[in-house]
């Protein structure tokens, strides 16, 4: 007859976890590590689209980079990415993947400007037209579908952006495309994310304000100084 401590020991090996659907592709959930740990592994093998997402850029800009060759013929400027096994059997096409170890290294040695930079920096145009990814819960807490968001994705500058990363690739939150005037007047999940983000949508609105006020001062000296020049000109007497 089993012990006490055998039945529980061979229960405990017996029993699967719940499976929890991944809302984001990702290659393995056994890459991760565990649930306290900040950031994925470097070992982590991420689909395109979370790569391109990862290096802030779209998934078409790195297929390019794959499709580039060198001078001397080798793969292109982008990050290598994992090779699949060659298998003899015919099958559909295998995914392309990436380890995050290596996105990590381009990601540092490519500090140019994202569009999340460019657009935040390109005054009003940009942050009513340029379509960025952001962070979001998965499902909307209020009535109306009102999604509330979490952060940029784009957004090298978030301390956080390396758990929200991992929390994406795990399923538990998605990302949606908005324009940074959209994301600003939508909810947040943190008051102070929403509050420096809107921020900069604000000091926009402001820098505008006093550039058409300035404007408005300037055409009014401009009338002002036309009356007088209106005045002081003398009416020439008839012949």
Known sequence: MQTRAAREHR???????????????????????????????????????????YLC?????????????????????????????????????????????????FAKSHTAPTAFDTALNSGMLGWVTAKLPFFAELEPRVKRGRRVLIGGAW??????REKRFKDLAKGRIRFTSLTCAEAAASLWADLASHSAFAEKGLALL???TQGIEASLAA?????????????????????
């Open 206 to 208: 402001r820098s505008e």
């Open 155 to 160: 957004d090298r500058t978030d301390p956080l």
């Open 11 to 53: 229960f405990k090996i017996c029993r699967r976890e719940p499976r929890v659907k991944n809302k984001a592709p990702m290659a393995h959930p056994d890459e991760i590590k565990g649930p306290d740990a900040d950031a994925l592994p470097d070992t982590a093998a991420l689909p395109a689209e979370l790569a391109a997402l």
């Open 57 to 105: 850029m779209s998934p078409a800009q790195l297929a390019d980079l794959r499709k580039s060759r060198r001078p001397d013929g080798r793969a292109g400027n982008g990050p290598p990415i994992i090779k699949p096994v060659e298998s003899a059997a015919k099958g559909p096409k295998e995914p392309v993947l990436y380890e995050l170890g290596t996105l990590r290294d």
């Open 219 to 239: 055409t009014g000296l401009l009338a002002a100084a036309s009356d007088a020049d209106a005045v002081k000109t003398p009416t020439p007497n008839p012949v």
